[in-house]
């Protein structure tokens, strides 16, 4: 079945860098497009950033352009977010999100910026 683990989150203070991944498994990765969301406490999930099957093509939120990097190794099945200059607004569980048909999510992993 398909399987998304995201890794990487934890505390880290303001200006720091932290870098996400998603291994996936059970649906050939090569093939989709792979987005990042997040969603902090009370808030709405926002879109953070998607790229192409091959990697060709990436799109960032405003809020983090500049600053993120979303990338992908499909000969290893993950997908990747560098989050650089990170601020206390970044704080919220990211989520790696294969779209289509249907929509599949992983557990997320926790991002807390603070000082």
């Known amino acids: 079945q398909v399987q998304l683990v995201e890794s990487g989150g934890g505390l880290v203070q303001p200006g720091g860098s932290l870098r996400l991944s998603c291994a996936v498994s059970?649906?050939?990765?090569?093939?989709?497009?792979m987005s990042w969301y997040r969603q902090a406490p009370g808030k709405e999930r926002e879109l953070v950033a998607t790229?192409?099957?091959?990697?060709?093509?990436?799109n960032y939120a405003a809020s983090v352009k500049g600053r993120f990097t979303i990338s992908r190794d499909n000969a290893k099945n993950t997908l990747y977010l560098q989050m650089n200059s990170l601020k206390p607004e970044d704080t919220a569980v990211y989520y790696c999100?294969?779209?289509?048909?249907?929509?599949?999510w992983g557990q997320g992993t926790q991002v807390t910026v603070s000082s």
């Open positions: 790229i192409t099957s091959a990697g060709g093509s990436t």
């Open positions: 999100i294969r779209k289509g048909a249907q929509w599949y």
């Open positions: 059970g649906f050939t990765f090569s093939s989709y497009t």
